[in-house]
């Protein structure tokens, strides 16, 4: 179903895609490809919707921190809002202290995306469309990016990204749902438990950008290779913890870079029974702890959301890669195409 939302200043309309299929429930705004919703059932087969979003297109115009968006060009941050690429420095858009995060002031979350639905066999989805000029926010190259949200006769929603460029460039695509499964606007994630698939971590500065070290999590608060409450080490007093306000880092996957998706985080919610599983091809993970929201914002439900009130779990190359050789290359160049696939699989 297609209705609209709400419309921008300009007097452009906005519109709202409701897919339903294996028991999950999702609705997406052409606005910055944002999942608005996502609704699943808890063990008692009562729906619930799982992630922190707007009910108008005023507030995610104004004042989202990325609520459920496409982030692009780059994913997480750049150093100083710059990179060096085949002997040419590029200076960014900087939105983030002196820092480029989440592609720029304008990001893909800040744009219109074109959005066809489809049916195939039994999976139902949405296919979106951006273009991105050559130059848009500091970035070399015209870049066509194509994102296809599926929804799975089994209920999993699948994220497939890709992208082509006619100049070299840099890409790094994610996507930035808050997730509380025990449902928007119901309080603290820090009961849910957490696994992630990853013995080392990057460590950053004080501005959030990684220092180049491939840390070990043993022995720290970043452990979470044996399922644990987020809360359990989330005060410990770690320097990392307290420049990040809590968790903000970027998870060294075990498997690395892979040809499929392979599971790599489980988050559970205790109270409900709600599971979310995500299995990425990719060799990182954001996980954001929700550290600044600041009980000025009010969700979908009409409460509002405090520190810690949701959590991120962005599958993603490393943050700043192309200021640090030894990560993982997030380079594309003409005739190549940027792929990546994430799944996100529920239970209760």
Not at 35 to 51: K, T
Not at 59 to 66: F, L, N
Not at 260 to 265: K, L
Request: with cysteine; aromatic share 10%; glycine share 12%.
């Amino acid at each position: 179903m297609k209705s609209l939302f709400g419309k921008l200043a300009d007097g452009t309309e906005i519109h709202r895609w409701s897919l339903e299929n294996g028991g999950t429930r999702l609705k997406v705004l052409n606005w910055g490809g944002v999942v608005q919703a996502l609704e699943i059932p808890d063990r008692r087969g009562h729906y619930g919707n799982v992630c922190l979003g707007f009910d108008t297109v005023d507030d995610y115009v104004a004042e989202s921190p990325y609520f459920g968006a496409l982030i692009g060009r780059y994913g997480n941050r750049m150093a100083k809002g710059r990179f060096t690429l085949d002997g040419k420095t590029y200076q960014l858009s900087v939105n983030d202290g002196v820092n480029s995060l989440h592609g720029g002031e304008q990001g893909f979350d800040k744009h219109i995306w074109d959005v066809e639905p489809f049916a195939e066999g039994s999976d139902v989805g949405l296919v979106l469309h951006h273009t991105s000029s050559d130059g848009e926010m500091g970035y070399p190259g015209t870049l066509k990016a194509k994102v296809t949200y599926t929804l799975t006769g089994q209920g999993d929603w699948i994220i497939d990204y890709e992208a082509t460029t006619d100049k070299a460039t840099v890409v790094n695509l994610t996507s930035h749902v808050y997730w509380n499964l025990a449902g928007e606007g119901s309080g603290t994630i820090e009961d849910h438990e957490l696994t992630i698939e990853a013995s080392r971590y990057t460590p950053t500065d004080s501005g959030l950008i990684p220092t180049g070290e491939l840390a070990e999590v043993a022995g720290t608060p970043f452990d979470f290779r044996e399922t644990k409450p987020i809360g359990r080490d989330i005060r410990d007093g770690h320097v990392q913890q307290m420049q990040a306000k809590g968790y903000d880092h970027n998870w060294v996957l075990d498997k690395g870079i892979t040809s499929e998706p392979e599971h790599v985080a489980t988050l559970r919610d205790p109270r409900s029974g709600r599971t979310l599983k995500i299995a990425t091809d990719q060799p990182g993970l954001q996980f954001y702890s929700g550290n600044f929201l600041d009980g000025t914002l009010t969700g979908t439900g009409g409460r509002t959301y405090r520190q810690g009130d949701g959590l991120c779990l962005e599958t993603q190359h490393f943050p700043d890669s192309p200021n640090h050789a030894d990560f993982p290359s997030t380079v594309l160049r003409p005739g190549q195409t940027y792929r990546t696939r994430t799944v996100h699989t529920f239970s209760a």
